[in-house]
């Protein structure tokens, strides 16, 4: 059974950082794409961003572009989510997701929860201002 389990929220103040992790029991995890989505209460669900299975390629929703930074290691079947310049509205729960990558697909196709066959519980990140 695959398992994805995030780690590294928290209560951080505006300005500051957080490092989410994502530790998963993938055994091809190699051949996966990850991305991390993120719910506000009363919100949809929002694309945060995603890395293609080499981490070569990496996509990021207009609202984190320039503050957050995905990675991953394969070796270790990890995604991380390094966020600076936190804001009050990136108060949200973050999940990891993933998907068997193809080369092919466009940078949109990893912005659609729908698209993503396994998910994580999620970890709550809250920016106070």
């Known amino acids: 059974q695959v398992q994805l389990v995030e780690s590294g929220g928290g209560l951080v103040q505006a300005g500051g950082s957080l490092r989410l992790s994502c530790a998963t029991s993938i055994r091809t995890f190699s051949a996966y794409a990850m991305g991390w989505f993120r719910q506000a209460p009363g919100k949809e669900r929002e694309f945060v961003a995603a890395?293609?299975?080499?981490?070569?390629?990496?996509y990021y929703g207009d609202s984190v572009k320039g503050r957050f930074t995905i990675s991953r290691d394969n070796a270790k079947k990890k995604v991380y989510l390094q966020m600076n310049s936190l804001k009050p509205e990136d108060t949200a729960v973050y999940c990891c997701?993933?998907?068997?990558?193809?080369?092919?697909?466009?940078?949109?196709?990893?912005?659609?929860?729908?698209?993503?066959?396994?998910w994580g519980q999620g970890t709550q990140v809250t920016v106070s201002s």
């Open positions: 890395a293609s299975r080499s981490g070569g390629s990496t």
């Open positions: 997701a993933a998907v068997p990558d193809v080369p092919s697909y466009s940078s949109s196709y990893y912005s659609r929860p729908r698209n993503y066959a396994y």
